[in-house]
């Protein structure tokens, strides 16, 4: 780790300080939004845990030095060079808020290799090579911190990994894409189509000009890879993670679900296959999980159904605990820039209490992410969710009946049928079923796709599970 | 603080250890609801953090050891002596779960004479002792750790000393007591009056034989102190906490606050009188604050309008996070023992670290509370609010006029004002004014009063004011 040996004369005084004058050089990588919010927070430090008055800010890499920038930093602190404040022996915490997957790894990899802890808000670089990463920092005796990859400044990964560690969760489910959650918000509020409503948040700003990532599901999926991690004390495949985005999900579906009690959100979603049956040994042993992101049908009373816009929300089901649920902005400078100060703190207090100063001391058991194992991921064929599913019809009598048949024989149940549209001479039907093996329900439709009375199934989409928790 | 020599043949092994094998042992005080929660948390880890593998139930001190329990405990653990238990040599935690003020402060004040980290769930003894118990404890180097003692299982203890520290908050508003938010919500789905939700709550278990401490706002009241200081980083004086509970809510004032667009629930709030002026100077100072709990109507819309039944709920406004909200079950044995478990955790993490051994070690910046200047706050006189009043008025005509002139005169503005109701030959009339100074209010009151029209005024109650977060 970096050596804390002559820094006793701090190239910034930041005021009196209690006991010993020591401050903790931070190596900031990016000066974007987030690194602007991160700079400006350290700079403003009067009311803030005292702590901050020990955080200086000793390096920040760009890409360019001419750029005008919304913070004034001393002269020699911006540099192009972001290689050397990765090694630089001074710094001790690197913060990387660049984004993207490179340089943001590599650089993250070799602050690692250099003792730097690191704090970073990457989601896709955690989510992807995480396992590298924590296998390099445990090696290394350091820390890489990540409250700011999920839920922005809702503070999720911390609690997660202190104080509901203690129970075994059953499942967390969450809207941690603020982008499609602003656009499901303004579709259900304004009937307008996704095309319409994502080309004007496209230029409101809350869409990227390529909203691949945050539309297709893949945000929401990194994220809800990371927290399944952090739940369930195993790494996760991200290719396991299964990801649906809302590019199908139409007005029609929107009005029919809201008839039905419903609201539409994109959800992302990890839970314990097995809930009730935990091994009778002592070992924690890696569960069977399900992790997935997809538009899930809500009932309007569900706590999640009344997360409106761009706000995030995480749900965790554990025991003993029951139900606890996180609520906040999930984006923006500020509550990024409060996640990544709040991590940069918490390795400043380990760090303060001299532990890795001695022989025998080990990284603290609650900030280090040890675990090595695979989680095992269940195929979504083995999923048991409930369904809901629009049939455009040709021939109106008799074909619930077939319909009915067809889901019966593969042991699919209706909860509700709805038969009230035309369309284009076509009659719509609109079943929601109860809880089904996902393999079945498709069976099924495989089936029901072959009636001559079946025109088309222009939309299938999931419907929370019944039973909560599970 | 305990000596670490001589564990390494604990009492009881569990299972196998990675590393050292040494077992942090906890004295448990009080085996009631809590207390067997935490026991049976602790002696089922499967599936739950590693650490806990670490944590081994040394003593439970109890009262009869002859009283049937629902845990099994080896011979020899459980004891009447209580004080043996805080002064034994090998115990290394003391988890105090017996409530009340005594003996429960003593024995927290002799754990931390005997160098014991203190876990405890009792609110209304750090409310009322917290200056006396972290100066012990700051001295004698040891934690003190209260997560159990809000909010049940929501993590929000550690949250704000962690990652909300590197925010100004502004304000923290709270359903914090599950008993009035649980009546509140009875009268208002069934329109029946608070007595007999109160004696039908009583008899499900929901509310106790004295109801004082919760339906007069008491013990909402001594957990907005602790909130309070652990968000502004001062000590807060008990008596300076104004608590005003739900008795006078009647049937009439919740059908009214709806028709207005509000619901009534008990608030425990905490806010920075000044939120938009941080003084100039880089030191954190003891900023001027609001600390209080009534009855209040918060628009339906509101966050917290939503929160049902025994469920709690914090609502955080701070800069530059915004608001984040966290909900969850509010008491019961298994929410309250995962707090008070994870907070064990969390000592013995630190503990392993080693810090604790080095000569220059500091407690844990984030973990321990360490203020000690006591925030100064504001009389209600000052607060700035916005009021709902209820009028019964003789005189019909006339009266309105005569009610403007004088809020006028006082500087009070009006935003409505209702006039429908007839009730045993009076008219009613319901005001609900924009922000006042409470003083200027209750001016304009006692003046009203004198009126002739005026027969009397059954209800005054605070509306949440305008402007978020102020």
């Known amino acids: 780790m970096a050596s804390r040996v002559g820094n006793a004369h701090p190239t910034i005084v930041f005021g009196e300080l209690s006991g010993k004058v020591v401050a903790f050089k931070v190596g900031l990588l990016g000066l974007g939004t987030v690194g602007t919010g991160t700079v400006q927070l350290l700079q403003d430090r009067a009311g803030r845990h005292s702590l901050m008055q020990e955080l ?27 290689q050397a404040i990765v090694s630089d022996p001074e710094v001790e915490i690197v913060v990387e808020v660049l984004g993207g997957l490179e340089p943001a790894r590599s650089l993250i990899m070799e602050a690692i290799a250099h003792h730097k802890h690191v704090v970073t808000a990457n989601k896709a670089v955690i989510a992807r090579y995480g396992n590298e990463i924590f296998d390099a920092a445990n090696a290394a005796g350091v820390y890489v911190m990540l409250e700011a990859a999920v839920g922005g400044g809702i503070p999720v990964i911390q609690p997660l990994k202190q104080t509901l560690g203690v129970n075994r969760i059953h499942a967390i489910t969450g809207i941690v894409n603020g982008t499609t959650n602003y656009i499901l918000t303004r579709m259900q509020a304004e009937g307008s189509s996704f095309d319409d409503v994502l080309a004007d948040a496209q230029k409101l700003g809350y869409a990227e000009a390529d909203p691949t990532a945050d539309v297709d599901g893949l945000d929401a999926g990194d994220k809800i890879a990371i927290l399944a991690s952090l739940a369930y004390g195993g790494r996760i495949k991200l290719p396991d993670v299964y990801c649906e985005g809302i590019r199908q999900v139409s007005q029609t579906d929107i009005a029919y679900a809201h008839k039905l009690g419903f609201t539409i959100k994109l959800l992302a979603i990890a839970q314990r296959e097995t809930p009730s049956a935990p091994s009778a040994s002592s070992a924690p042993s890696a569960p069977l999980l399900s992790v997935r992101v997809h538009p899930t049908l809500i009932p309007q009373s569900h706590p999640l159904a009344s997360i409106h816009g761009v706000y995030n929300a995480i749900l965790v089901e554990a025991e003993p605990l029951g139900q606890v649920m996180f609520f906040g902005p999930g984006a923006g400078a500020g509550a990024t820039a409060s996640a990544v100060v709040s991590d940069i703190l918490n390795v400043a207090a380990v760090l303060k209490t001299g532990h890795l100063e001695t022989e025998s001391a ?63 001479h076509l009659a719509e039907i609109v079943v929601v079923t109860h809880n089904v093996r996902e393999g079945d329900f498709h069976q099924a439709l495989a089936e029901i796709r072959q009636l001559e009375a079946i025109d088309s199934i222009p939309s299938i989409l999931r419907v929370l599970e019944e039973g909560s928790g599970e």
């Open 56 to 82: 200086e800010i000793y390096r920040v890499g760009v890409r360019s030095l001419d750029k005008p920038r919304a913070v004034n930093l001393p002269d020699g602190i911006l540099t192009t060079d972001l």
């Open 362 to 424: 080990s990284l603290h058991p609650l900030l280090a992410c040890t675990h090595q194992d695979y989680c095992a991921i269940a195929p979504m064929s083995e999923l048991v969710t409930r369904f809901y599913a629009r049939f455009l019809t040709k021939d109106h009598p008799g074909v619930i009946g077939k319909l009915g048949t067809c889901f019966g024989s593969h042991g699919v149940s209706l909860e509700s049928v709805v038969q009230t549209g035309i369309h284009k």
